[in-house]
T-cell receptor, first 114, second 111 residues
Framework: NAGVTQTPKFRVLKTGQSMTLLCAQDMNHEYMYWYRQDPGMGLRLIHY???????AKGEVPDGYNVSRLKKQNFLLGLESAAPSQTSVYFC?????????????FGDGTRLSIL | DQQVKQNSPSLSVQEGRISILNCDYT??????FLWYKKYPAEGPTFLIS?????DKNEDGRFTVFLNKSAKHLSLHIVPSQPGDSAVYFCAATGTASKLTFGTGTRLQVTL
């Protein structure tokens, strides 16, 4: 019963490097989300997807790109990492609209940019 | 512009007592509210929710109250247990396909 799985769990990057965070869900959910959590800031939405092949910008999309080529996967990319992107990243999914179905979260990816 | 606010970063309550966590919102288009609980090194987990057509929803030891005129909601935990020690996030949604989260309140339940 995996739910939402995030890969990797930890990563350290140098400024300017690129990387992709992978989120996979096995619940056949339509909606998927990427958040970042920073001290004192709560959870802020980066990008989200309401179905395979769709993506939309959230509250803090700059510096990130996403893709949803398969329904079960949602990828978050950093093309040129910056120290300001040091954060804990959470992926979430929900069956439908959040008010009908609560979001299920992964355990997070802790990313440090040096 | 913080549309969902949790003004208390932390709260300490004795075991067995009531814990009251508060949340305020500014967007009048929000019509559904949720509480999530988060332990260290884990993702948030859904706790309880309430629709704007109600003013109270109860689930075991957890009750959420909504005051639409004041744009305020609160989560009551009775009785509080040490396992309730966690960070609690309030979240809200309206017609958009996304949630807006508050900054969280860290609850410490002491023995």
């Amino acid at each position: 019963n995996a739910g939402v799985t995030q890969t990797p769990k930890f990563r350290v990057l140098k400024t300017g490097q690129s990387m992709t965070l992978l989120c996979a869900q096995d619940m056949n959910h339509e909606y998927m989300y990427w958040y970042r959590q920073d001290p004192g800031m709560g959870l802020r939405l980066i990008h989200y997807s309401v179905g395979e092949g769709t993506t939309a910008k959230g509250e803090v999309p700059d510096g990130y790109n996403v893709s949803r080529l398969k329904k079960q996967n949602f990828l978050l990319g950093l093309e040129s990492a910056a120290p300001s992107q040091t954060s804990v990243y959470f992926c979430a999914s929900s069956l439908r609209f959040p008010s009908n179905q609560p979001q299920h979260f992964g355990d997070g990816t802790r990313l440090s940019i040096l | 512009d913080q549309q969902v606010k949790q003004n208390s970063p932390s709260l300490s309550v004795q075991e067995g007592r009531i814990s009251i966590l508060n949340c305020d919102y500014t967007n009048s288009m929000f019509d559904y509210f949720l509480w999530y609980k988060k332990y260290p090194a884990e993702g948030p987990t859904f706790l309880i929710s309430i629709s704007s057509i109600k003013d109270k929803n109860e689930d075991g030891r957890f009750t959420v109250f909504l005051n639409k005129s004041a744009k305020h909601l609160s989560l009551h935990i009775v009785p509080s247990q040490p396992g309730d020690s966690a960070v609690y996030f309030c979240a809200a949604t309206g017609t958009a396909s996304k949630l807006t989260f508050g900054t969280g309140t860290r609850l410490q339940v002491t023995l």
